[in-house]
């Protein structure tokens, strides 16, 4: 015969257990979109924080970065500056993170990547559209347009990336690309092309040229939109 449950034991168990408990249930039967940002954030923390009501903490993350995405894709420094946020907190969220980027890089790999434009945008914004800092990279394709590998080459500050068109074809040639598509964000958020990033672009593209190799677009990754070099008749 099963015990009667002891009372006590269940006056001292914390608050906060019935309502991650309530949280997981709903998660599983309607779904994370259905969500509020705060909510998803509580589920991930309580993996790192199991022993204290993270309520809190991820209401004060969503006021600081904004939403769940912005939590998410935050800098390790950033994020270790919240009260409250240790490392295993941390590491949780850039779990999260790499998980959203190679999802959305599964969606391009092994497909050509000119059929699959907004795929491939997707793929740039999940991956470098929140930097803080400029990233420069380089996707290497292959005779079919397919993806072989995509590099960071550079990254610099806030509004600036030193990027070498001798290295990017040095690295082309090692993969055996035929062709490039450039992509760098503007941490602004603005992805309005600079007159240095039209510079750089021409001088890559000739660097391409004289090797046979064709530069197919220069991306820009802003948090308010992007900007194809090509359709915009600077390519």
């Known amino acids: 015969m099963t015990e009667p449950a002891d009372p006590a034991a269940a006056e ?5 257990l019935g309502h991650r408990q309530r949280l997981r249930e709903r998660l599983l ?8 940002d705060y909510e998803l954030l509580e589920l991930v923390l309580t993996l790192a924080i199991p022993r204290r009501d993270v309520k809190p903490l991820a209401k004060a993350l969503i006021d600081h970065f904004g939403s769940f995405a912005g939590v998410i894709a935050a800098d390790q420094s950033a994020l270790e500056n919240v009260k409250g946020m240790g490392e295993g907190a941390v590491a949780a969220l850039k779990v999260i993170e790499a998980a959203a980027v190679r999802l959305a890089r599964e969606e ?15 793929y740039c914004r999940t991956s470098m559209g929140r930097a803080q800092t400029e990233q420069f990279r380089v996707l290497f394709l292959d005779r079919k347009n397919r993806l072989i590998k995509d590099e960071v080459q550079q990254t610099g500050t806030v ?13 082309a040639l090692e993969l055996g690309a035929s ?41 820009i990754i802003g948090r308010s939109g992007h900007t194809s070099f090509k359709s915009q008749g600077l390519l």
């Not at 001292?12 to 906060?16: G, I, L, S, T, V």
């Not at 092994?110 to 997707?122: E, F, Q, T, Y």
């Not at 600079?194 to 510079?199: F, G, K, P, V």
């Open 108 to 122: 391009i790999s092994d497909k050509p990547l000119i059929g699959s434009w907004n795929r491939l945008l997707d």
């Open 159 to 171: 509004d600036h990336t030193p990027v070498y068109p001798r290295e990017i074809m040095k690295r």
């Open 179 to 219: 062709a490039l598509i450039l992509v760098h964000n503007h941490p602004s958020g603005d992805p309005t092309p600079s007159r240095a990033d039209i510079e750089i672009t021409k001088d890559v593209q000739k660097a391409a040229q004289a090797l046979g190799v064709q530069v197919h677009d220069h991306l």
């Open 12 to 16: 001292a168990a914390p608050h906060y």
């Open 29 to 36: 039967s309607i779904g994370g979109e259905q969500m509020q």
